[in-house]
């Protein structure tokens, strides 16, 4: 964990989501602005574990913090279906 809080940024988060997936905000108020590391996640239900986890990444793709330039955050991709995960866990 780094040594200090993460500064306050207001975030963007897309009025509209890929079917089937929602956004699960954590540490963010109501405007959208957060000084927490984790801030939330994406949800998304599909017919199968790979549509599911692309919905998701497709979802979190929508997110961007308001700075300029606007910057993406960053976001686990080990926490998936563990068949599905895109880097390995470190050890």
Same mark, same amino acid.
């Given at each position: 964990?780094?040594?200090?809080? @993460? ?11 890929? !079917? /089937?997936?929602?956004? *699960? ?5 109501a ?13 998304? @239900? ?5 549509k599911?986890v692309?919905?998701?990444? !497709? /979802?979190?793709?929508? *997110? ?28």
């Amino acid at each position: 964990y780094p040594n200090s809080p @993460a500064p306050k940024r207001t975030m963007k988060i897309p009025p509209h989501w890929p !079917a /089937g997936c929602e956004w *699960i905000p954590s540490g963010v108020d109501a405007g959208g602005t957060t000084s927490a590391g984790r801030i939330g996640g994406v949800l998304c @239900a599909a017919e199968t574990e790979e549509k599911a986890v692309g919905g998701s990444y !497709a /979802g979190v793709a929508q *997110i961007c913090f308001d700075s300029t330039p606007a910057s993406a955050p960053h976001y686990r991709k080990d926490v998936c279906f563990p068949q599905l995960n895109k880097e390995p866990l470190a050890r």
